[in-house]
């Protein structure tokens, strides 16, 4: 019914999805690159166990990270967020950032995102 699961945050999650899954489906890890309390997500240092952990189930294959950015009109802290997550991604060598949002995807756009969620922009025009 879907191609990516953007929001596994959890091994718990990756282990119920695994447990259900009829395929192999294709994920990112949501991480938290902003430290906002409101916000879900691994925490970058936490990261590399979380990958290593997935790596051991069958059904999940981990291909990018997601992250969302800071609820902020600051520039410079959203793009630190984005820049992070790259960095994250590059040093997980998988191929995908999934970050930016109908108030920020330029800034996601110019950080390496390849997938932006606009949702707002398409169904309300007042972003």
Same mark, same amino acid.
């Given at each position: ?8 945050d959890?091994?718990? *999650?990756a #282990? $119920?999805?695994?447990? !259900? /899954?009829? %395929? @192999? @489906?294709?994920?990112?890890v #949501?991480v938290?690159?902003?430290?906002? /309390?409101?916000? =879900?997500? @691994?925490?970058p240092l936490? *990261?590399?166990? *979380? ?5 051991n189930? !069958?059904n999940?294959? @981990?291909?990018?990270l997601?992250?969302m950015g800071?609820?902020? %009109? ?5 793009r %630190?967020?984005?820049?992070k997550?790259r $960095?994250? %991604?590059? /040093? /997980?060598?998988?191929? !995908? *950032?999934?970050?930016?949002?109908? #108030?920020? =995807?330029?800034?996601a756009? #110019? $950080?390496g ?7 707002r922009?398409?169904?309300?025009r007042?972003?």
């Amino acid at each position: 019914m879907f191609d990516i699961i953007q929001s596994v945050d959890s091994f718990p *999650l990756a #282990e $119920e999805i695994n447990k !259900h /899954a009829d %395929r @192999v @489906v294709e994920c990112f890890v #949501e991480v938290n690159t902003s430290g906002e /309390a409101s916000k =879900y997500g @691994v925490k970058p240092l936490d *990261l590399p166990l *979380l990958l290593r952990s997935i790596s051991n189930l !069958h059904n999940l294959k @981990v291909t990018g990270l997601m992250t969302m950015g800071p609820l902020t %009109r600051d520039k410079d802290l959203i793009r %630190r967020s984005f820049k992070k997550l790259r $960095e994250l %991604r590059d /040093a /997980a060598q998988l191929k !995908h *950032l999934s970050m930016g949002m109908s #108030e920020d =995807y330029p800034l996601a756009i #110019e $950080e390496g995102s390849d997938i932006i969620r606009i949702g707002r922009m398409i169904f309300n025009r007042e972003v």
